[in-house]
């Protein structure tokens, strides 16, 4: 029987796409581009955000 778990939603901050390739505008010796790779500070890369925590009543 398979198992249903419910999708992560995506982060919104960088709406899925967690981690780019940013040039330097700098050439390597061969013609090559240079580039850094860049992640998401929200979601650390993962492209999925955390679920909201679940809201408590004070004072029962």
């Known amino acids: 029987m398979p198992?249903?778990?419910?999708?992560?939603?995506?982060?919104?901050?960088?709406?899925?796409?967690p981690t780019v390739?940013?040039?330097?505008?700098?050439t390597t010796p061969t013609g090559?581009?240079?580039?850094i790779t860049a992640a998401c500070p929200a979601c650390q890369g993962t492209g999925h955000s955390l679920?909201?925590?679940s809201r408590t009543r004070v004072g029962v």
């Open 32 to 35: 090559h581009r240079k580039t």
């Open 3 to 17: 198992e249903n778990t419910r999708p992560r939603p995506i982060c919104a901050h960088c709406d899925g796409f």
């Open 51 to 53: 679920p909201a925590r």
């Open 21 to 26: 390739a940013v040039t330097t505008g700098q």
